[in-house]
Nanobody, 120 residues
Framework: QVQLLESGRGLVQPGGSRRLSCAAS????????MGWYRQAPGKQRELVGS???????TYADSVKGRFAISRDNAKNTVYLQMNSLKPEDTAIYYC??????????????WGKGTLVTVSS
């Protein structure tokens, strides 16, 4: 059983920074593409960004230049560094990952989400 556990929830002032972490645990052979999505109140879930195992990254236009995704393959962990936060970044942030498990099956997994609130 593979699980994704996010951490880093909290309240941040506009212009501030926050770092989210997501660690995959369980019977993992390897983690492939990992990423972050978010869902703001009353809106659909959207892609924030993703990172391949080879560290190639993509970002939503709304976060380019402010957010950065990185990963530690040895720890099966992905990070989201958020800078210059705006109130519109307020959302539940979800971790997503393609994981190859001990049965050599490649499956997509979701974390339960962590809330980031940007407000003064």
């Amino acid at each position: 059983q593979v699980q994704l556990l996010e951490s880093g929830r909290g309240l941040v002032q506009p212009g501030g920074s926050r770092r989210l972490s997501c660690a995959a645990s369980g019977s993992i052979v390897s983690s492939n593409t990992m990423g972050w999505y978010r869902q703001a109140p009353g809106k659909q879930r959207e892609l924030v960004g993703s990172i391949t195992r080879g560290d190639s990254t993509t970002y939503a236009d709304s976060v380019k230049g402010r957010f950065a995704i990185s990963r530690d393959n040895a720890k099966n962990t992905v990070y989201l560094q958020m800078n210059s936060l705006k109130p519109e970044d307020t959302a539940i942030y979800y971790c997503n990952a393609d994981i190859r498990d001990a049965y050599m099956d490649l499956r997509n997994y979701w974390g339960k989400g962590t809330l980031v609130t940007v407000s003064s």
